[in-house]
């Protein structure tokens, strides 16, 4: 099950406030999503995508242009192995 974005991407960079990151409650949710998430994986339930293949599915179905372009990504990042 894919999670939509509440609201449509745009090309400015959106501010985070001061502290958002500090909160305990978004670190224990988080911890608990990739908690899941792993254990979804163990069980089966997910597989493991190499980077390499989310950011050309993203390139690929993205109508934004900018978004993960060309030149977003360190090339030693994006390397084929």
Request: without cysteine; proline residues 9%; glycine residues 4%.
């Amino acid at each position: 099950m894919a999670l939509k974005d509440p609201k449509p991407h745009s090309d400015e960079d959106e501010e985070i406030p001061s502290g958002y990151w500090d909160d305990p409650k978004l670190e224990r949710l988080w911890a608990e999503e990739a908690e899941r998430r792993y254990q979804d994986y163990l069980d089966g339930r997910a597989e493991a995508v190499p980077g390499e293949e989310v950011i050309r599915r993203i390139r690929s179905s993205s109508p934004n242009t900018n978004l993960l372009g060309e030149n977003s990504w360190p090339s030693s990042m994006i390397s084929a192995r």
